[in-house]
Each structure stands twice: as C-alpha cells, then as structure tokens.
C-alpha cells in the first residue's frame, strides 16, 4: 500500500500571502496524484487531477506540480475562503490512499 | 446536475452489518468509464478510500477491509450499495460515495455524507 505523507500538519498564512502544501508518496505514483480542500462540515472538494489540471470552476489561484513521489499544492494569494484542510490523494494503485492532511489556518 | 446522496442507519450496534445506499443523478453506471467510490472519514481524522465499483462490474477494497467490505451496483435504481460486516465502534465515522473522473481515479463529486456511530 502506498503511504501519503503530507507537510506540514499545519501552516499559518496571512490572507492575500502565498501558501505551499507538500504531499510525498512511499513509491511513484506517476502524476495520478489529486488534491482536496475540505471545509469544516462538508464534504472534500475536487481541486487538482493528474498533479497539476484545475478541476471544473477551481480558481486559477490554485496549482498542483510534481510528479513521481514528490508533490506541491500551491495558492498565490489566499483568500479568507481557502482556510480549510487540504488532502492528496493517489490513484496510482489499489487501494488508492490519502493523506492525512494540512490543516491551513489563518495567521 | 451531477448528485449523489447517502442513506442508510445512523446508528448500528457492534458486531452488526451496516449497509449504506449512495442514489445518484446526472450520470449512469452502465455508461462505459463510470465508477463510483466511498470514502469514509472518523471524527477529526482523515479521510479513508473504501471502495470502488466500475460500469463493467470491477470491484475493487480497501486492503485492511476487503474482508468486511462489499460493493454492488443496482444500475435500474442508479444506486451503489456498501455492506460492511462486524462494525465497532472505531468504524463510526462520516462515510461518503463519490462519483469517478472518466479516465482518472480522482473523485469528482461527492455526496454530502453521512454519520454512523457504532455503539451499544
């Protein structure tokens, strides 16, 4: 089973400042790599596939890079709606895997 | 509009099968590419991929719970049903199907979820 290793737990950004999430696999999982941003009581929300595509309406704000066991999620400038945790996920191999998580909080 | 919901027991005691129902709209599973996934998450923790069926019929588990697991599809209904045998307390948590990206293995759209608790 592949191991998501996320970094850091938590990271405290000032609004309109940049944010750089990080996301390491135990094995290459190529680019079938994804991000999530979860707010609190709701359920995830698709915003990178295959390491660095813009999912469906996601602000161009957000990029993914990476590939192989090493991945980014960067915001450029963030805004009060982008506190919320964020996951990677791999879709590689079964069984596909999270992250467990970076909380992004204000600062 | 693509929608999934969740139903199911809010509650289950230990040692019993819950079954979960995911209904969804927008898309159907008889449609070549389409899959579907559940995900589950425990209070304050993270997330944790389940399940996955395919159009075809492919089934594929969790690892750790392919024993306890099993995923159907009811394609008349367009729904997919999760069975997971002998819970415990430690499997109370928000579980939540969602729908497959075509060509890809990243969740599109999701349900809103919905909390079992697992007591006596």
């Known amino acids: 089973e592949i191991v998501m290793t996320q970094s850091p737990a938590t990271l405290s950004v000032s609004p309109g400042e940049r944010a750089t999430l990080s996301c390491r696999a135990s094995?290459?999982?190529?680019?079938?790599l994804a991000w999530y941003q979860q707010k609190l009581g709701q359920a995830p929300r698709l915003l990178i596939y295959?390491?660095?595509t813009r999912a469906t309406g996601i602000p161009a704000r957000f990029s993914g890079s990476g590939s192989g066991t090493e991945f980014t999620l960067t915001i450029s400038s963030l805004q009060s709606e982008d506190f919320a945790v964020y996951y990677c996920q791999q879709y590689n191999n079964f069984p596909y895997t999270f992250g467990q998580g970076t909380k992004l909080e204000i600062k | 509009q693509v929608t999934l919901k969740e139903s199911g027991p809010a509650l289950v005691k230990p040692t019993q099968t819950l079954t979960l129902t995911c209904t969804f709209f927008g898309f159907s599973l008889t449609t070549s590419g389409m899959r579907v996934s559940w995900i589950r998450q425990p209070p304050g923790k993270a997330l944790e991929w389940l399940a996955r069926i395919d159009w075809d019929d492919n089934k594929f588990y969790s690892t750790s719970l392919k024993t306890r697991l099993t995923i159907s599809k009811d394609t008349s209904r367009n729904q997919v049903v999760l069975t997971m045998t002998n819970m415990d307390p430690v499997d109370t948590g928000t579980y939540y199907c969602?729908?497959?990206?075509?060509?890809?293995?990243?969740?599109?759209?999701w349900g809103q979820g919905t909390l079992v608790t697992v007591s006596s």
């Open positions: 094995q290459s999982v190529s680019s079938n």
């Open positions: 969602a729908r497959i990206r075509d060509g890809s293995g990243s969740l599109d759209y």
């Open positions: 295959g390491a660095s």
